[in-house]
């Protein structure tokens, strides 16, 4: 009786194997390099609007789609230019203000580099990054 | 039960010459992994492909996942037979550590009408620091604060020159305490002011082309910051005042 359950035990891990491999092997070049955002470091657009003022917002994506819009007051400091962008927004940085730094949309990775940076090279605190990014912002205005 | 099998087989074979008939493009490598030199400014990754179906096979979009890469292609119609590549751009820029990008390729190949490329540049920088600020609060005693420059081992960097863009800093450069490490102490001269400088650090090697790196020292007002008192503080980029040289490692 005993030895019957593990067998069909067995039987069903092996089972479970069959699409598994499938999917590894059709999936093999869709790998997600992106390791999700631990849920303290998202901020969503609701929650960055109650914050009011006390928000400094960083836009990483490129040069031409900040000139094009952005939010109002962002401060533009993405990885293309970062040697030259950094001091400037170090400049406009203070303290008591928290950080939200967004990108094009969710699928995007510019955000939580630059926010990585932030914490781990200028040692900065309070650097949050905005769900759903500039997309989300433009919904949420409509 | 024979005629049922012959059918079976017949099934199998015909599917084995459906399969056969169609176009296929056979990519040599779908992921690429790179390890651009410290001073340069693009990774370029090269994606050789053949069409090794029958039947011709055409490239309707080639779209890299972020705009600092870019993708070609050669042709728009892949012949049978035909080989060519897809050459995707990363441009570096200010980008460090593991960076990953993808091009996505679609089709008309049914069977595969889209493909993932995958480009993996392992980027390590001339220079690394930390942290890139150092900051004083008003009326906080002025005593030096370091930032550590680590250089790659590769620049046998042996001095750094650094300058502050206002006078209200000063900045000194001695050997750390591993090889190719330094510290830079910046001090403030007083601590009364809101004051902001850019340190200007640039690497002495002969690898080195130019580059220029930037950390940053501030005194932070004296009150929570408001917009007007921003606004006040000094931010003299154009004068390097306080500069300092490290001694030889």
Redesign the interface.
């Known amino acids: 009786m005993k030895a019957s359950a593990v067998r069909q035990a067995l039987l069903l891990i092996a089972l479970a194997f069959v699409p598994a491999i499938g999917e590894a092997i059709y999936f093999r ?3 997600s ?1 992106q390791s999700p955002i631990p849920a303290s470091e998202l901020v969503t657009v609701d929650q960055a609007r109650s914050w009011g003022d006390n928000v400094i917002w960083v836009d990483a ?2 040069d ?2 900040f000139e094009r819009d952005h939010i109002p007051g962002a401060i533009l400091l ?7 962008l ?2 400037h927004f ?8 928290k950080i939200i730094v967004y990108c094009s949309a969710q699928s ?3 955000s939580r ?1 630059v926010a990585k940076r932030l914490r ?5 605190k309070n650097v949050f990054v905005l769900d759903g990014g500039w997309e989300e912002w433009l919904k949420d205005k409509r | 039960m024979n005629t049922n099998f012959s059918r079976l087989i017949g099934v199998f074979a015909l599917a084995a010459l459906v399969q056969s008939a169609r176009a296929e493009l056979k990519w040599e490598q779908t992921s690429v992994d790179l390890r651009p030199a410290f001073n340069d400014k693009q990774a370029v990754a090269h994606f050789k492909y053949e069409n090794v179906g029958n039947t011709p096979v055409h490239f309707k979009s080639v779209h890299a996942s972020c705009g600092c890469t870019t993708a070609q292609t050669q042709n728009e119609q892949v012949a049978p037979g035909q080989k060519g590549e897809i050459t995707a751009t990363f441009n570096i820029g200010g980008r460090t550590g593991t960076q990953v990008k993808t091009v996505t390729v679609q089709t008309d190949d049914p069977e595969r009408s889209s493909i993932v490329l995958t480009l993996k540049a392992v980027i390590t920088p001339l220079l690394e620091f930390q942290p890139t600020l150092v900051y004083w609060q008003n009326g906080e005693e002025p005593k030096p604060k370091i930032i550590t420059a680590k250089a790659n081992k590769d620049a046998a960097i042996k001095k750094l020159d650094v300058s502050s863009s206002t006078p209200d800093f000063t900045a000194k450069v001695d050997a750390g305490s591993a090889p190719n490490e330094f510290r830079i102490s910046v001090q403030p001269r007083d601590t009364t002011k809101a004051v902001y400088a850019t340190l200007t650090i640039k690497p002495d090697s002969p690898a080195n082309t130019g580059n220029m790196f930037s950390a940053a020292a501030r005194v932070m007002p004296s009150a929570p910051a408001s917009k007007s008192t921003l606004s006040t503080i000094r931010h003299d980029l154009a004068t390097p005042a306080a500069t300092a040289a490290s001694p030889s490692q």
């Open positions: 070049d869709k790998v390099w994506r490129a031409n789609e993405n990885e293309d230019r970062w040697n030259e950094l001091p170090l400049g406009q940085w203070s303290p008591e203000r995007c990775n510019a580099e781990d090279e200028a040692q900065l």
